[in-house]
């Protein structure tokens, strides 16, 4: 079964301090790793699919990396408008489902 | 364009009673999945549509749950008897390609579902 695990579960930020959150995960045979932006009250917003080690992408802040074991999702001088629960989910082998971590819950704090 | 919309978007209703959760994707999205978040827990699959076939149901808790797609547009998750456990958020999502593609799977908004 496909297997994810986000850590810190929660993070309070300064305002421009840069962080990194991690999702690591086990499946079988990765068709994509998903990062989803989710804010109270609302549904997940897509951010990124990653496919393959060494592949990484960027939107304004956020900077997703992908390991052959791990993700991270770097902020770069965050603002208060970062403030969401980070999703990271995978698509494994086999089947069109998402397995979703329990979220990374970030605070920026001005 | 529209998003993916569900509704209700909160539904209070006693144990032992039925519940309709409504989602209509993007237009022109063949498939269709629903989600559920129970308190304290991940989001999980409970299954997907491509058209108005159901391509995969393992994530269905129990046949207390019953979802169709009539005429591959939108979709209804019924749930009958609700239970206690039953509370949590459906989330309904669409995509154009089963892979997710570069935009990924477009997620609506839930239905807050507490069963008292």
């Known amino acids: 079964e496909d297997q994810v695990t986000q850590s810190p579960e929660a993070l309070r930020l300064q305002e421009g301090e840069s962080s990194s959150l991690n999702c690591s995960y086990t499946?079988?045979?990765?068709?994509?790793l998903f990062w989803y932006r989710q804010d109270p009250g609302k549904g997940p917003e897509f951010l990124f699919t990653l496919y393959s080690a060494g592949e990484e992408k960027e939107k304004e802040r956020l900077k997703a990396t992908l390991t052959k074991k791990e993700s991270f999702l770097h902020i770069t001088a965050p603002k208060p408008e970062d403030s969401a629960t980070y999703l990271c989910a995978v698509r494994g082998y086999g089947n069109n489902r998402l397995a979703f971590g329990k979220g990374n819950q970030v605070v920026v704090i001005p | 364009e529209a998003g993916v919309t569900q509704f209700p978007s909160h539904s209070v209703i006693e144990k032992g009673q039925t519940v309709t959760l409504r989602c209509d994707p993007i237009?022109?999205?063949?498939?269709l999945y629903w989600y559920r978040r129970v308190m304290g827990k991940e989001i999980k699959f409970l299954l997907h549509f491509v058209k108005e076939s159901k391509q995969d149901e393992s994530g269905m808790p129990n046949n207390r749950f019953l979802a169709e797609r009539t005429g591959g547009t939108y979709s209804t998750l019924k749930v009958q008897p609700a239970e206690l456990e039953d509370s949590g958020v459906y989330f309904c999502a669409s995509s154009q390609d089963v892979t997710g593609g570069g935009y990924g799977y477009t997620f609506g908004s839930g239905t807050r579902l507490t069963v008292v």
């Open positions: 237009s022109g999205h063949d498939n």
């Open positions: 499946v079988s045979g990765l068709r994509g």
